[in-house]
């Protein structure tokens, strides 16, 4: 079946450096991902949707000079924290669907983050 | 705009016991409703799934109905096993593809 593969599953980075995060479909072309954030014992809150070949759609109250999402190709999409922070540390996670999953969402399987 | 509450955890019981978590929703149009299930250390993992009122999803021997004229979509198993120890996450997909979450039922099953 369709499966959304994230690299890398944990990341530890010093503050001021950037980090790249990749979500990839392997067995479907993604006309769209998304993606979400979590922080510790709270719910997934939606950063951006990005849609192959265009700019993304950020989510009310999501830096998107800070939160850079590239989505170069119809199987990958990047997610750039800049000038990463101890409060960015957090779990992401990036989901995708095609034209014709219909309401299925794939996701990926999550990356860490910690900024120290 | 679109919302989901769900019962506020943890919940704690023990092998063989019933489960019910409470989900429900609000939402314009008709959207669909999930239940994802997420193991300590791992990503998002969809447990089932209903599109439309009425609708049943099932797996696992995990079971939610989709109310519409209550808003709910509650999650209930009969008898809990150690390994569903997990966080238990209501969804709705709006007519955008978007996903709204629920905050999360942290369960605990022991042994």
């Known amino acids: 079946g369709a499966v959304v593969s994230q690299h890398p599953s944990w990341v530890i980075c010093k503050s001021g450096t950037s980090v790249k995060i990749e979500c990839r479909s392997l067995?479907?072309?993604?006309?769209?991902m998304f993606w979400y954030r979590q922080f510790p014992k709270q719910s997934l809150m939606l950063m951006a949707t990005?849609?192959?070949?265009?700019?993304?759609?950020?989510e009310q109250g999501v830096e998107k000079d800070k939160f850079l999402i590239n989505h170069a190709s119809l199987t990958l999409s990047t997610l750039t924290v800049t000038s990463a922070h101890p409060e960015d540390s957090s779990f992401y996670i990036c989901?995708?669907?095609?034209?014709?999953?219909?309401?299925?969402?794939?996701f990926g399987e999550g990356s860490w983050l910690t900024v120290v | 705009g679109n919302s989901v509450t769900q019962m506020e955890g943890p919940v704690t019981l023990s092998e063989e016991a019933f489960l019910t978590i409470n989900c429900t929703y609000t939402?314009?149009?008709?959207?669909?409703l999930f239940w994802y299930v997420q193991y300590p250390g791992e990503g998002l993992q969809l447990l089932l799934k209903a599109t439309k009122a009425d609708d049943k999803g099932s797996n696992k021997g995990f079971e939610a109905t989709y109310r519409k004229e209550t808003t709910s979509f509650h999650l209930e198993k009969g008898s809990v096993q150690v390994s569903d120890s997990a966080v238990y996450f209501c969804a709705l997909l709006g007519s955008n593809y978007k996903l709204t979450f629920g905050k999360g039922t942290l369960l605990t099953v022991n042994p």
């Open positions: 989901s995708a669907s095609f034209h014709n999953s219909g309401n299925t969402i794939y």
């Open positions: 067995d479907f072309q993604a006309t769209t």
């Open positions: 990005s849609n192959e070949g265009s700019k993304a759609t950020y």
């Open positions: 939402a314009t149009g008709y959207p669909s």
